[in-house]
T-cell receptor, first 115, second 115 residues
């Protein structure tokens, strides 16, 4: 079956612009999480969505936002881009069947460069 | 502050060697500990550990968790060049009930296996 699909794979923006990234989870998966990966900080949790509701949020400023649609696809948006937002943004999906699955399936990521 | 620390940060070995990767953690609301392998972009799931002292094994890889001492190890025996990757340790924290919680990642161990 198809894996987690993220678009676009690469993009370049300038400071002050905004960007929207998209994530389509594995069919049947209802939980989508977003992570930011940088060389200095590693992988950091942004937020998690389940059934169109944000369930958890990491320690990122309000410029980072997201949403989930009824088909479980998710988008994240970063407004007023800063140089430090340059990173690989990873989306992960899970089935969330039962109390605790833990196994997240990651997409290939969207590489954002802010100039 | 919750944290996950991996050691060593990088490691160079020769094919056939056995390696042990370490992960220690301080997390308020521990749910599970996970290991991932990241070769190019998408981290791929290796193990999820929830109980102390129970070894998880998959081929040449094995892992065990010590919840008293708050650490886990990942062993790779008879290493191959294809094992070269970044190995990520993550602790899943948060309450149950319709949420994956928050994965707190370590910075990773970069393993290079020379022929």
């Amino acid at each position: 079956k198809a894996g987690v699909t993220q678009t676009p794979r690469y993009l370049i923006k300038t400071r002050g612009q905004q960007v929207t990234l998209s994530c389509s989870p594995i069919s049947g998966h209802r939980s989508v999480s977003w992570y930011q990966q940088t060389p200095g900080q590693g992988l950091q949790f942004l937020f998690e969505y389940f059934s169109e509701t944000q369930r958890n949020k990491g320690n990122f400023p309000g410029r980072f936002s997201g949403r989930q649609f009824s088909n479980s696809r998710s988008e994240m948006n970063v407004s007023t881009l800063e140089l430090g937002d340059s990173a690989l943004y990873l989306c992960a999906s899970s089935r969330l069947a039962g109390a605790n699955t833990g196994e997240l399936f990651f997409g290939e990521g969207s590489r954002l460069t802010v100039l | 502050e919750d944290k996950v620390v991996q050691s060593p940060l990088s490691l160079v070995v020769h094919e056939g060697d056995t390696v042990t990767l370490n992960c220690s953690y301080e997390v308020t609301n521990f749910r599970s500990l996970l290991w991932y392998k990241q070769e190019k972009k998408a981290p791929t799931f290796l193990f999820m550990l929830t109980s102390s002292g129970i070894e998880k094994k998959s081929g040449r890889l094995s892992s065990i968790l010590d919840k008293k001492e708050l650490f886990s190890i990942l062993n790779i025996t008879a290493t191959q060049t294809g094992d070269s990757a970044i190995y990520l340790c993550a602790v899943q924290e948060g309450n149950y009930g319709g949420s994956q919680g928050n994965l707190i990642f370590g910075k990773g161990t970069k393993l290079s296996v020379k022929p």
